[in-house]
């Protein structure tokens, strides 16, 4: 018999994919440059030339069964040892290679997070606006997602809320920094706060409460805005990253889960991370790019187009009378829709070739993401079809 729950999940597919399908079919009737897709968040801009190279050069020089063969299980220790200190260079924490387990992008190291702390039955803490697919990657594990309301004002942590929900059946928290889909970041008094809050918590409870940070935005932070590492501010923190967006290699697969090496049980997570592994058939990123990746940590592909095109929208946005809040980081943007029900709104854009995701699914209706990783010229063409959109149904 086919797996019921899995069965279920064909009746909620993803809003996001939904839309871009729809937006590659739309571009094969007229022309895929005239269709304004603002829906998946694919990075638009080309890998650092220096990592072509890279890749050329290990293909050229290394012995083939090296190059693609199995990693060992916890992964390859030079692209370990490479992260450790990169880590410990930036960010002045005592990271080694034992403390990070290489993963398949940000989505593997949040599945194998969640699994190191948690047990069917226990909570786990989201904070709205957040990104869909966490519902699964905690729910399918026999932990439960619950969603803490919304800082509507701008997009911090409602912390009031967050205390209420933090009951003794909380295991974890798991918090995007800077955020898909608002483009917040959160600060260092955010992140200050919310460390007190759990520690004050754990002693009352007399329980670990651990913090899960997928960060896989982290490098896309704009002007004078402060990205502060999340996991120098509390010891019981899981850092998730993926190189999908800061060397444009979403396809590739790769990131890491770093344990923070005064974790409760630090030393051991990284080893259980490997055993979930053989639970879930994953394993280690390929070897050709763990130890292409490993060159190239203090590199970056050219994501500064994407505070060029967030500017160019806050500002139509705005002048077109939608409340928002500036991002600070990431390539999208989330204001408000011009009417309750966001579902209609984004239909309705449609119509006019505008491909927006309504913010349902993202657990605060009423407002609309843009992914804006799309090029600069066809920014600036969209913004012809979004004044006419305005215009025809809401002036």
Do not use: W
Not at 126 to 142: C, D, K, M, S, W
Not at 232 to 248: A, M, R, V
Request: charged share 25%; net charge negative; proline share 6%.
């Amino acid at each position: 018999m086919i797996n019921e729950q899995y069965k279920k999940m064909l009746e909620e597919k993803s809003i996001i994919r939904e839309l871009s399908e729809f937006a590659v079919a739309r571009g094969k009737e007229i022309g895929y440059e005239n269709v304004f897709d603002y829906s998946l968040g694919n990075p638009s801009v080309p890998v650092p030339a220096k990592l072509t190279q890279v890749i050329i050069d290990l293909l050229q020089t290394r012995d083939s069964v090296e190059l693609h063969g199995y990693s060992p299980s916890l992964g390859i220790d030079f692209f370990k040892d490479k992260v450790a200190g990169s880590l410990n260079q930036r960010f002045g924490m005592d990271y080694t290679g034992s403390h990070i387990f290489p993963t398949a992008g940000a989505a593997g190291a949040v599945a194998h997070a969640v699994r190191c702390v948690t047990k069917p039955g226990d909570k786990v803490l989201v904070l709205a606006p957040f990104f869909p697919e966490y519902r699964f990657y905690v729910n399918l594990t026999g932990a439960e997602l619950s969603v803490v309301p919304a800082n509507t004002v701008d997009f911090q942590i409602h912390f009031e809320k967050l205390e209420e929900m933090l009951t003794r059946e909380v295991a974890a928290v798991l918090i995007n920094t800077p955020n898909n889909p608002s483009g917040a970041v959160y600060s260092k008094e955010t992140l200050k706060e919310l460390a007190g809050l759990l520690y004050r918590k754990q002693k009352e409870y007399g329980r670990d409460i651990f913090l899960i940070s997928d960060e896989p935005y982290r490098e896309i932070v704009f002007g004078d805005v402060d990205a502060p590492y999340v996991s120098g501010f509390y010891d019981n923190t899981l850092s998730c990253y993926s190189f999908s967006k800061s060397l444009s290699l979403p396809g590739e697969r790769i990131g890491y889960v770093a344990v923070n090496p005064r974790c409760r049980g630090g030393e051991l997570i990284v080893p259980i991370c490997g055993q979930i592994s053989r639970g879930i058939g994953h394993n280690c990123p390929a070897s050709l790019m763990q130890l292409a990746v490993g060159e190239m940590l203090e590199e970056r592909a050219d994501i500064q187009v994407y505070e060029t095109n967030r500017d160019l929208l806050y500002k139509e946005l705005t002048a077109l009378g939608f409340s928002c809040v500036k991002p600070g980081g990431t390539f999208y943007i989330f204001p408000k829709a011009l009417e309750k029900d966001s579902v209609a709104f984004c239909k309705k854009a449609l119509a006019y070739d505008l491909v927006l995701v309504p913010s349902d699914s993202f657990g605060l209706p009423g407002y609309f993401r843009m992914a804006y990783c799309i090029d600069t010229e066809k920014v600036h063409r969209s913004l012809v079809p979004l004044r006419r959109f305005v215009e025809e149904n809401y002036r």
